[in-house]
Structure formats: C-alpha cells, structure tokens
C-alpha cells in the first residue's frame, strides 16, 4: 500500500525551529517529485515546497523562502522540511504529497502533522 | 503566479441532486504541446487530507466513481457531482498542475447537505 506517513509537529514559539519528517513507503521514492502543502485552520491549501526525486532541485513558495529547507534521503525514503524562524501565521497542518504519474497531480498524500506557533 | 478562483464558495444540495463548481485560472492551463489542460480536482473531508478526484481536466483518478465529472480548457473549468451520495459532502478543491511546481490551489467550495 502506497503510504506517506509525517512527524515532527507541535507547538514552538515564535522564532523558533522545527524539523518535520514523511516516511514513504509502497512506492519507487526517488522516482518522485515531493511536495509540502500546508492548511491553517479552517482555510485552504498553501503550497510550500516541493523536491526533485534526485535532490537536486528544490523549490519554495515565497513565503517561506529563506526560512525553510526541503530535503530527503532517498536510501530512507523519507522527505523533510527544516522550518527555522516560525512565525505565528506558518501555524497549519502540514502534510506531504506524492506527485502522481499524470498531469502533476498529487495523487498520494499523507495525514499531515499540526504546527502550531504560539507565544 | 497564477491565481486561481472558485465559485460558489459553499452550496446547499439535497441527496440525489446535481452539484456544480466552477473554477478559473488567471491563465491558461492548457499546454499546448500535448493539448492537456493542467488543473486536478480535490475532494477534502473534515480531518482528512485532500483525495485526488480528476487531473487533466476531465480524467478520473482511478477508483472516482462516475458521477464526478470534469471538464472545461483554458482558463475556465467546471467540477459536476451527477447525483450528490451522503459521502459526497465535503469541500472540494481545484489546483492548476501548470506552473511548475507551484501548483496553486483554488480557495475551496464547499458542498452541504440542503
């Protein structure tokens, strides 16, 4: 079964830092392009970042540029996000998501860890 | 970036009845040199991580039953529900897979028993 599975969430304060993990498993990892996406509460979808399946390339949306490092070890198969200098506005679920085959559509996705950044 | 918008923002729907929701793209999302247009379909429960409907536009994920349906081209697109099921509500989401990798998502619609 084609799983994603994070960690590493919780509750820090502002200017502080957090490392959150993905385990893959049930597919070919370092075939795959990887994402994160957030959702603060009771709103939307935010990209955040995404990886080539080698490493090589990494990408960020602007409002994280600087501050967060996506990063993974393909011989793991496990997908990071470094995320230093938290501010309350970066509280949300995170979640990380598979590219799928087709169309770059994210077609596995895992439940997602809560960061909450609070005083 | 492309920015993307969805309409209507929630809709009130009984059992049985067809739901509509529309989305645009600030841009085109068709790709020109294989004619697919890049825009995905997401059904999101409360709790749960968004699930892949359609990609392309108009193709089903495997195991999406049919009375989910897409369509549209360019900037304009449309998601259907034929026949709404008890499972069906939820709020559901578009995303333009076109601007690589910034795939940007619409603002959601949310579907409600009427």
């Known amino acids: 079964e084609v799983q994603l599975l994070e960690s590493g969430g919780g509750l820090i304060q502002p200017g502080g830092s957090l490392r959150l993990s993905c385990v893959a498993s049930g597919f070919t990892f370092k075939n795959y392009f990887m994402t994160w996406v957030r959702q603060a509460p009771g709103k939307g979808l935010e990209w955040v970042s995404g990886i080539s399946g080698g490493g090589g390339s990494t990408y960020y949306a602007d409002s994280v540029k600087a501050r967060f490092t996506i990063s993974r070890d393909n011989s793991k198969n496990i997908l990071y996000l470094q995320m230093n200098n938290l501010r309350v506005d970066d509280t949300a679920m995170y979640s990380c998501?598979?590219?799928?085959?087709?169309?770059?559509?994210?077609?596995?996705w895992g439940q997602g860890t809560m960061v909450t950044v609070s005083s | 970036d492309i920015v993307m918008t969805q309409s209507p923002d929630s809709l009130a729907v009984s059992l049985g009845e067809r739901a509509t929701i529309n989305c645009k793209s600030s841009?085109?999302?068709?790709?020109?040199?294989?004619?697919?247009?890049?825009l995905a379909w997401y059904q999101q429960k409360p709790g749960q991580p968004p699930k892949l409907l359609i990609y392309w536009a108009s193709t089903r994920e495997s195991g999406v039953p049919d009375r989910f349906s897409g369509s549209g081209s360019g900037t304009d697109f449309t998601l259907i529900i034929s026949s709404l099921q008890p499972e069906d509500f939820a709020t559901y989401f578009c995303?333009?897979?076109?601007?690589?990798?910034?795939?940007?998502f619409g603002p959601g619609t949310k579907v409600d028993l009427k």
């Open positions: 998501a598979k590219d799928g085959p087709y169309g770059n559509a994210f077609d596995v």
């Open positions: 841009q085109s999302v068709l790709y020109s040199s294989n004619n697919k247009n890049y």
């Open positions: 995303q333009q897979t076109y601007t690589t990798p910034e795939f940007t």
